[in-house]
């Protein structure tokens, strides 16, 4: 099983839409979590971090945390073009170790 | 402007030949780590350093080697050990490694194989 894994892509939403990427992860006692985007060459950029359960706004971007489910996803609502890019979900479980997903491409069509 | 820079964008080995990605920041970080991303993956930890002249194997640690001699910098070097070098690099840093730290990315290094 691998330790942080995203489900499956890729994900093609209409503009305007609801985007929901979601994130599991197998370490229970894993502390932080990171939402990066990620455009076709470039390197990634923090979307949100969550740490503590339920759920954490920012602008067209939710993050929702339940640890005792292990799950971790981000909703983007709206749903613009420029949001079309690769999401990684990275969860922190020791010092200066992130690990991440391999990644959930999403598609935002007009 | 404060930020991290990798160089060069682009860079090509010949079998057998060490080549050694530069990584730079002026935002004060103790952290600096180095991952590597393979077409259609995530990032895999390849070395970190939590504090100067100290550091860490990540996960696939084997055919690399750094250093850090200053706070600013931590060049990574690929070793002709490192027999699948192919990959886009990419050097973040952190204020501290704490576990609420956020890493923030360079902007890569793509090493390809001649």
């Known amino acids: 099983q691998k330790e942080v894994e995203q489900n499956s892509g890729p994900l093609s939403v209409p503009e305007g839409a609801i985007a929901s990427l979601n994130c599991t992860y197998s370490d229970r006692v894993s502390q932080s979590f990171f939402w990066y985007r990620q455009y076709s060459g470039k390197s990634p950029e923090l979307i949100m971090s969550i740490y503590s359960n339920g759920d954490k706004e920012d602008g067209r971007f939710t993050a929702q945390l339940n640890k005792a489910s292990q799950y971790v996803s981000l909703l983007i609502r709206d749903s613009q073009p420029s949001d079309s890019a690769t999401y990684l979900c990275a969860v922190s479980t020791s010092y200066g170790k992130l690990t991440f997903g391999q990644g959930t491409i999403l598609t935002v069509h007009p | 402007d404060g930020g991290i820079t990798q160089s060069p964008k682009y860079l090509f080995r010949k079998e057998g030949q060490n080549v050694t990605l530069s990584c730079e920041q002026n935002l004060n970080h103790d952290a600096m780590y180095w991952y590597r991303q393979d077409p259609g993956q995530g990032l895999r930890l390849i070395y970190y350093s939590q504090i100067v002249n100290d550091f860490q194997k990540g996960d696939i640690a084997e055919g690399y080697s750094v250093s850090r001699e200053k706070k600013e910098s931590f060049p990574l070097t690929v070793t002709s050990a490192q027999k699948n070098p192919t990959a886009f690099y990419l050097c973040?840093?952190?204020?501290?490694?704490?576990?609420?730290?956020?890493?923030?990315f360079g902007p890569g290094t793509r090493l390809l194989v001649l």
């Open positions: 973040a840093s952190s204020s501290t490694s704490g576990l609420q730290e956020t890493q923030y």
